[in-house]
């Protein structure tokens, strides 16, 4: 089944810039989406409308087949519960004046989802492996790591269907990032991931299914595997060129 | 003729707390060092105190020799005349370096100016320009002519990048240090930047010092490695051995977790 | 507890420097002798207990004016019109200066343009001449005029310094979140906005009173505040100053009395902004 389909999207500003043209994208439940692009290749429009925090300039984005309409507001709120977001940089992304428990907790209220939020909130801090007392601390007391931890708790709260991460790991040290990729693979068997970054690996590690964008146009998307191993487009081929690695000791 | 740099024992204070603690290296003319570490390891610290730049209320024990002057303890206005003469340093965002009112241009023939005053040479405005546009083109930044009339804001992060390696070459430094000078930028601008350097570092036989976080970065930028951790170094050795065949538990940690990142991609090609 | 106190709490300690004890000190004095003239006065106000412009003495420790009437018990009622005007003006220029503020940190880009261009022309005039203009406006100089004009004056002040606040707030990807948690407008004022906002807000509200203060100190003593015989400290002044060569205390007092009250509120105000400070977000 499609979660969130963009059919025919383009996105400009005013009479201006297009950031977007003519995208077709179709996110299906149970496979893991990467987005990769580097800077001005449009992919943070693409989530921005997406996440139906914009709107395109021509074309629709649809949630399960029916197109997004901000105006019909129990729409949205399904539509809310079931898409959630972490952003990337995790010390942006927390209101430093509440406590976590409360952060947590916004989709639930915010989306008057009738449950237990005490126990939720709970839920949501052991499944992202955080202690919790966590939960009457305040953000500046954690880690970035931690703190990314406990965005994805926010995401994961509302037991959404998809979740879009924005550069997750990009402002994190290597350790701390592989433990997030190991957090987000463990998630991947409950809900659907659609990674935006910049770095191949990263997507390609939790993704069976990539977009390669590039100046606001999708030049090559298919499985993952089947990119990687032979990338059709130019610049997908000097995107993985590019691509550092560590290099082979034998 | 020794060392371009030699760190001796070195340790970092702020307030009575240790943030880099008995810290050795050296790098010697043609010799590429990477230091790795994370945030908070002291990578970047380690970097200023080697150019006695340490922000205010930290103080720097041991010694560091920079072109064999001692630079902990000496005054700023001895350590000014290396700074730009035996020691170059670009940092993560070029923009910090940059002046954002001076066209690039005028930014780097200053730089060439201040060099030929400092060695009593009289420089003409036409040699000047001369070699700022050879600088520029040294550095692979298209169209010199355009881009020196530019301002920084106007050019991209790959271009301020290179802009600010020119301001770095126009030194002559025999030593460049290099603070994470392609964190900031694409992953295509990422591999031109780097290749650009490794081809500047060899054919001007400079020292480099580069400094990152980035495995898979420093693994192609350097020949020899040391790995720091929360102000004190773990490991060190040649790139091939440290990698390939890591020693520190929290070396090896950092190498699997890199190949995890690499194998995704190339277990696929 | 409201939502702004946490941040303070915790981690780099809660600095109370020696100038904000100060500042508290001075302006608890003033609050404590303003309700104290509720109940209780020395003299009565408004009775002629001595001969005209007596000098201090130990019945009347700031002397009497020229009518008679006992000047400190003339000041320390004045402590209350004072206060009073503060809490007023400042009540009035928040309401409309956090609303007018937050209106145009959400406003689109044409709306926000026009509501910016027109805060910057009103702050351009001095808060005391447009405080003239909005009495002169109105049917006549009483208290309560006095103090809707200063508060109106310094609205525009809020206003900006909110829309300011409030934007960079909103810049932040905590709201970008909070959308996409489902929490609409209101509700991202009233849990993100207001409460990271709302320590710098003091901080400025607590400059505000100060402001209020002499401008209605100043509105009185131009005839153009609370009318006699409520003994404001600027109509306490502009008496004095046609006998201050031969009674000079007459104008000490009363200037003693507004310079500690105005003190103490900056010395407050800076020490509030020392502890509220939301500036360490990292770490």
């Known amino acids: 089944m499609s979660l969130v389909d963009l059919t025919a999207v383009s996105f400009a500003y005013g009479r201006g810039r297009t950031v977007l043209d003519g995208i077709d994208l179709r996110i299906e439940a149970g496979r893991n989406l990467g987005i990769v692009g580097e800077s001005g290749s449009g992919k943070t429009t693409m989530l921005r409308l997406l996440l139906g925090l914009a709107r395109p300039s021509s074309g629709q984005v649809s949630f399960r087949g029916a197109p997004l309409d901000p105006g019909d507001r129990s729409f949205m709120r399904g539509f809310r519960r079931a898409v959630q977001a972490v952003f990337q940089d995790p010390y942006s992304s927390l209101d430093p004046r509440q406590k976590i428990a409360d952060i947590i907790a916004e989709p639930l209220r915010s989306l008057k989802i009738a449950t237990d939020v005490e126990a939720a909130v709970t839920e949501a801090l052991a499944s992202v492996d955080l202690p919790l007392d966590a939960a009457s601390r305040y953000p500046h007391e954690f880690s970035g790591g931690q703190r990314q931890r406990i965005a994805i708790a926010r995401a994961i709260v509302s037991q959404p269907e998809l979740v879009l991460a924005d550069e997750v790991v990009s402002a994190l040290d290597l350790t701390t990032r592989i433990r997030i990729v190991e957090l987000l693979k463990a998630l991947s068997a409950k809900t659907t991931l659609v990674l935006v970054s910049h770095d191949i690996g990263f997507v390609a590690l939790l993704c069976q299914d990539l977009v390669i964008l590039e100046k606001g146009r999708i030049v090559e998307q298919g499985a993952a595997r089947d990119i990687l191993s032979a990338p059709q487009h130019p610049y997908t081929q000097r995107l993985l060129e590019s691509t550092p690695r560590l290099p082979e000791f034998a | ?269 | 507890m409201t939502d702004a106190t946490p941040a303070l709490a915790p981690a780099t300690s809660t600095r109370v420097t020696p100038a904000f004890l100060v500042g508290a000190t001075l302006v608890g004095l003033h609050v404590v002798v303003g309700l104290l003239t509720l109940i209780w006065t020395p003299y009565d106000p408004t009775a002629m207990t001595g001969g005209r412009l007596a000098p201090p003495s130990l019945a009347h420790w700031a002397g009497t004016d020229r009518l008679g009437r006992d000047l400190f018990t003339e000041i320390m009622v004045g402590a209350r019109i004072a206060l009073s005007v503060g809490i007023g003006a400042v009540a009035i220029a928040s309401a409309i200066g956090v609303t007018v503020g937050l209106l145009a940190a959400f406003a689109s880009r044409t709306v926000d343009d026009v509501l910016a261009a027109t805060l910057d022309i009103l702050i351009a005039f001095p808060t005391l001449l447009l405080a003239m203009l909005i009495v002169a406006a109105s049917d006549g100089a009483s208290l309560g005029t006095a103090i809707l004009a200063i508060g109106i004056a310094s609205s525009s002040i809020v206003a900006r310094l909110t829309r300011i606040l409030a934007r960079r707030v909103l810049a932040m990807d905590y709201i970008t979140a909070a959308r996409v948690s489902g929490t609409g407008w209101l509700g991202i004022v009233r849990i993100h906005v207001l409460p990271n906002i709302w320590p710098t807000l003091i901080v400025n509200f607590a400059l505000q009173f100060g402001l209020a203060v002499i401008a209605e100190a100043s509105l009185s003593y131009l005839g153009l505040g609370a009318p006699p015989p409520n003994a404001s400290w600027g109509r306490l002044l502009q008496e004095a100053q046609a006998t201050v060569y031969t009674a000079p205390f007459g104008a000490v007092a009363p200037g003693i009395a507004l310079v500690s009250l105005v003190i103490g509120l900056n010395l407050f105000a800076d020490g509030l902004r020392d502890v509220a400070d939301p500036t360490r977000r990292r770490r």
């Open chain 2, 1 to 269: 003729m020794g060392n371009l740099l030699t760190i001796e024992n070195m340790s970092i204070r702020h307030t009575g707390r240790l943030l880099v603690s008995g810290v050795s290296l050296s790098v010697t003319a043609g010799e590429r060092v990477g230091l790795i570490g994370e945030s908070g390891s002291g990578k970047s610290l380690t970097a200023l105190a080697a150019i006695g730049l340490l922000p205010e209320g930290m103080t720097a024990e041991g010694s560091v020799l920079l072109a064999d002057r001692q630079v902990i303890g000496a005054a700023d206005r001895d350590v000014v005349g290396l700074r730009g003469t035996a020691v170059a340093t670009i940092f993560q965002e070029p923009l910090t370096a940059l002046d954002p009112l001076m066209r690039i241009g005028d930014q780097i023939a200053e730089v060439l100016r201040r060099r030929a005053r400092r060695d009593g040479r009289s420089v003409s405005r036409a040699d000047v320009a001369t070699e700022v546009s050879a600088l520029m083109a040294r550095v692979a930044l298209p169209d010199p002519v355009r881009l020196a009339r530019a301002y920084p804001h106007e050019m991209s992060g790959g271009q301020r990048q290179r802009a600010a390696i020119a301001m770095a070459l126009a030194c002559r430094p025999s030593l460049l240090i290099a603070d994470e000078p392609t964190t900031a930028l694409d992953v295509t601008t990422q591999a031109e930047v780097l290749r650009l350097l490794e081809t500047l570092v060899r054919e001007e036989n400079m020292g480099l010092l580069f400094i990152s976080h980035d495995l898979p970065v420093v693994g192609t930028a350097v020949d020899r490695v040391l790995v720091l951790r929360a102000g004190e170094l773990v490991e060190e050795g040649p790139v091939a051995e440290v990698f390939g065949r890591p020693r520190h538990p929290y070396t090896v940690g950092l190498v699997e977790a890199a190949r995890a990142f690499d194998q995704a991609i190339g277990a696929a090609l």
